[in-house]
């Protein structure tokens, strides 16, 4: 099921959108739930991200948040240089 959402936006926003949306070859609406997404997708990983940096979550938890798996969680904060309580050659040996 789906739902409309209303929302204002800027002209520059608007035109912005319009311009990507005709490189991509896809309408306003289209490029919006495109970007949406990813946007949602990044959002959930900040989060997830940030809570265990200050320790307010597990690293199975923050996995969950983040939408992904734990080896692809552990992968992305040592892309960003954040140490874990947990290697990824730890977390494959419990496979």
Do not use: W
């Amino acid at each position: 099921m789906t739902e409309q959402m209303n929302l204002r936006l800027d002209k520059s926003l608007i035109k912005e959108f319009e311009d990507l949306a005709k490189e991509e070859n896809l309408n306003r609406a289209a490029l919006f739930k495109k970007v949406l997404v990813e946007g949602i997708k990044n959002e959930r990983l900040n989060v997830a991200i940030q809570k265990y940096v200050l320790k307010k979550i597990s690293i199975e938890k923050a996995s969950q948040i983040a939408g992904v798996s734990i080896y692809n969680f552990i992968e992305t904060l040592s892309k960003y240089q954040i140490s874990t309580s947990m290697t990824v050659d730890e977390y494959r040996s419990l496979l």
